[in-house]
C-alpha cells in the first residue's frame, strides 16, 4: 500500500507533457487531462448508439482533401496562430461546452462560416484565396453536424485542402480525458 508521500503517476497529454496552453477569446486556458485513473463519462457521452437518421458513423474525410485529425493534432491546431478550431455544433451546444479556444461555426450558418474563415462574397459566389485553415469537429464519428459544413463550405468555393476534420469529436476528445470550456469564462473544467 503506497504511503501518502507517494506521488500518483502524471497522466499525461503527450510523453512527458501534462497541460497545453491555448489562445481564447477569454485569454489563456489550460488543457490537462484527468488524473483519476477510475474516472468515466457521463451517460450524455456514454451511449454508442443513438437514432438513424440522422446519427450515422461518419467518414475519416467527408471530402476529398481534408486532412483528418486526432487528438494531438488538435491541440497542435489549437496551439497554432494559423488554424481556426471551430465547433460546427449548435449554439446552444456550444455555449454549454466545448474543446478549450474553439469558436463556433454553427453547420446551418454556412455564409457566416464562410465570412468568419476570410471568404469574400463575389457576384458568382465566394471568392475564398485567401481562406484561413480550419479545424472543424462536433459531437463524434456518429454526428454529421461538421460533416455537413464542411460539405457546404467546399461546395460554395471553400479549399477542402485548408479544412482539417475531428471526427471524434466531442465524444472522443472527452474519452481522452480533456479539458472542456464554457465560452465567456477563462478557465476550463473536466466533466
Given amino acids: 500500500m ?4 507517494d506521488e500518483a503517476p502524471a497522466v499525461c497529454i503527450a510523453s512527458g507533457v501534462t497541460a497545453v496552453e491555448v489562445r481564447s477569446p ?6 490537462r487531462r484527468i488524473a483519476d485513473p477510475e474516472h468515466r463519462l457521463s451517460m450524455e457521452w456514454s451511449r454508442t448508439s443513438r437514432a438513424a437518421p ?5 467518414p ?4 476529398p482533401g481534408v486532412v483528418p485529425l486526432g487528438e494531438l493534432e488538435l491541440i497542435e ?8 478550431v471551430a465547433d460546427g455544433r449548435k449554439p446552444e451546444q456550444y455555449a454549454k461546452y466545448t474543446i478549450p479556444g474553439a469558436i463556433n461555426l454553427p453547420f ?3 455564409d457566416a462560416a464562410l465570412e468568419a474563415l476570410g471568404c469574400r462574397r463575389v457576384d458568382n459566389g465566394w471568392d475564398c484565396s485567401a481562406a484561413l485553415t480550419v479545424a472543424m469537429f462536433c459531437n463524434g ?9 464542411i460539405r457546404k463550405m467546399t461546395a460554395a468555393g471553400f479549399p477542402a485542402e485548408r479544412i482539417l476534420y475531428y ?10 480525458g480533456l479539458s472542456v470550456w464554457t465560452p465567456g469564462e477563462a478557465r476550463c473544467f473536466h466533466i
Fill in 167 to 176: 471526427r471524434n469529436g466531442m465524444q472522443g476528445w472527452l474519452l481522452q
Fill in 141 to 149: 464519428v456518429w454526428c454529421g453536424q461538421s460533416p455537413t459544413a
Fill in 60 to 63: 475519416l474525410v467527408p471530402v
Fill in 2 to 5: 503506497p504511503d501518502e508521500t
Fill in 26 to 31: 477569454d485569454g489563456p486556458l489550460e488543457i
Fill in 108 to 110: 446551418t450558418e454556412t
Fill in 77 to 84: 491546431a489549437l496551439q497554432s496562430e494559423d488554424v481556426v
Fill in 54 to 58: 440522422p446519427a450515422v458513423l461518419q
